[in-house]
Each structure stands twice: as C-alpha cells, then as structure tokens.
C-alpha cells in the first residue's frame, strides 16, 4: 500500500501562510491525493484533493510535484480556527483510505 | 455534520456485554464506513459497505460486525465489548458514481465515544 510521510507537527503565526508537505514517494498512477483535517473533538472534514494538477478551493491550495512523489497543502491566511490535524491520504480506485498519524498545525495569535 | 447522524454519541457500557452503534445517513450515498481512532493510532478503518447487504472487512474488523440492511443505515456491532475497544468510532460515508473512483470524497460523522470498563 502507498503510504504518506507528513511531520508530527508545525507551528504558524495567525494570518500568515501555512504549508504543509506531505511526502508518497510510492504513489501510483491512480491514486488520488487527498487531505483532510480534524478539529478537536470533530470528526475529519475534507480539504482538498487532487491527482495530477494544482487545485485550488475556498479553504485551501494543493500543490502537488511534477512527479507527484510530494505534494504540499497551502493554507494561504491561517486562522486560530485552522489548528487540527492535517491527514495527507493516498486513495486508490478500490476505495481503501487509510489514515496515518497526520501533522498537528498549531496557530499562534 | 450535515446528512450522517451517529448515535449514540456517548456510551459506557461493562466487559462482555453486546453494543450496537448506528449511522444514519440522508444523503443516498453508496458507500458508508466504520473508522476507530485511538491515540497513537490514528483512524483505522474496520468495515465499509459499497451497497445495501455488501460489506467487506477493513485492517482491524476482529471482534466487530456490520449489518446495512438499508441504504441509510450502517450498524457496528460489537457482540462482547473488551476493554480494547473503548475508542472514538467515526462512520463516514461516500458517494460513487457509476464506478468507484479515488477521487470520491468521505463525509464523517461526528463520532461515538465507547467506554468499555
């Protein structure tokens, strides 16, 4: 199975850019790269997700590599209501998503 | 969490008694799942459904059993609860076209917390 290799944690300041790595270096031709966050005591909620392109939507950018081994989740103005834990997740046609231990963001005012 | 109720939300229940979570969705969706998140674990799935009575098992289905007998309803089981299965447990649910697809985004549910003492 593909597997993500994100960092335990990271801090930003409020109202500047946050970006988030997320590394699949044995991501296949059809695995779609997703993200999702968990607020504390909430259930995850989906960010953004991508499979060869840079994507954009209203709460985030998701910059992915030419060769698609990393790809970088773009928080363009943190906010305190933006520390959660981000999952970068690799989900294959079969529909296996799996979770790894995700990067907890941290917001300071 | 529009679309997708789980219930109970809270429950303490003792050793080797049955426990039965539901999720009840509104949205039609195909696809609905069961995740357990555990401190250090994070969330790991443990039985999906891609249909009405069409459930398969995930990495850690030991000790759980599903039943959806209708497209809004997905039940875990628990039929003796251990102590190892006090978590967090999450439904999610998926909407698929025609065909399974990657790129199908899960909507979760807001969880049930389980103690079992």
Redesign the interface.
């Given at each position: 199975d593909a597997k993500t290799t994100q960092p335990n944690s990271m801090e930003s300041n409020e109202e500047e850019p946050v970006h988030l790595p997320c590394n699949h270096s044995t991501i296949s031709g059809?695995?779609?790269i997703?993200w999702?966050r968990q607020l504390p005591s909430?259930?995850?909620?989906?960010v953004i997700?991508g499979?060869t392109s840079n994507v954009n939507n209203r709460m985030a950018s998701l910059a992915i590599a030419e060769d698609r081994k990393s790809s970088t989740l773009i928080l363009h103005r943190a906010t305190l209501r933006d520390a959660a834990v981000y999952?970068c997740i690799l989900?294959?046609?079969?529909?296996?998503?799996?979770?790894?231990?995700?990067t907890r963001l941290t917001v300071k005012p | 969490?529009a679309g997708i109720t789980q219930s109970p939300r809270h429950k303490v229940t003792e050793t080797g008694t049955p426990v039965t979570l539901r999720c009840h969705q509104t949205e039609n969706h195909r696809?609905m799942y069961w995740?357990r998140q555990d401190p250090?674990h994070?969330?790991?799935?443990i039985h999906?459904s891609?249909g009405v009575k069409d459930t398969d098992k995930g990495?850690v289905s030991d000790g759980y059993s599903v039943s959806r007998s209708k497209t809004e309803d997905f039940l875990l089981t628990l039929e003796s609860a251990t102590s190892s299965q006090t978590s967090v447990y999450?439904c999610?649910i998926?909407e698929?076209g025609r065909f399974?697809?990657?790129?199908?985004?899960?909507?979760?549910?807001?969880?049930s917390r389980l103690t079992v003492l």
């Open positions: 059809t695995d779609y997703h999702y909430q259930g995850p909620e989906y997700h499979l999952y989900r294959d046609v079969n529909n296996d998503m799996r979770f790894g231990a995700g | 969490d696809y995740y250090g994070g969330l790991r799935l999906y891609y990495e999450f999610a998926s698929s399974p697809s990657g790129a199908n985004v899960l909507t979760f549910g807001a969880g």
